[in-house]
């Protein structure tokens, strides 16, 4: 069992900047796919980033690539999403998750692949 609890969210207007913070406790050892998601109202959940624990190997959704940037700290037992170049329609519930397992030796963005969820944390982009 992995307890994920996700901060930083918060409202910014356009151009601006949010970094996520993930906190894991529990048996965090025995995953290795790790993840933000998000889920905009009225839309499914989708991947954001990933990354996987062998060689820190990253994975972004187009929408988001060269503006977020997925990291983490071990020390601290946290997984960050730097967010840049914040836009409107990135305005959603931002999750982070964890997987026990890879798929092909990837951490891939589909949602069905991770066992653990955290609670959430609102991020608005007002134009």
């Known amino acids: 069992q992995v307890q994920l609890v996700e901060s930083g969210g918060g409202s910014v207007q356009a151009g601006g900047s949010l970094r996520l913070s993930c906190v894991a406790s529990?048996?965090?050892?025995?995953?290795?796919?790790w993840g933000w998601f998000r889920q905009a109202p009225g839309k499914e959940r989708e991947g954001v980033a990933t990354m996987h624990i062998v060689g820190l190997v990253t994975n972004y959704g187009d929408s988001v690539k060269g503006r977020f940037t997925i990291s983490q700290d071990n020390a601290k037992n946290t997984l960050y999403l730097q967010m840049n170049s914040l836009k409107p329609e990135d305005t959603a519930m931002y999750y982070c998750?964890?997987?026990?397992?890879?798929?092909?030796?990837?951490?891939?963005?589909?949602?069905?692949?991770?066992?653990?969820w955290g609670q959430g944390t609102q991020v608005t982009v007002s134009s």
């Open positions: 998750a964890a997987a026990p397992f890879d798929y092909g030796g990837r951490c891939h963005l589909g949602v069905a692949l991770y066992k653990d």
């Open positions: 529990g048996y965090t050892y025995t995953r290795v796919c």
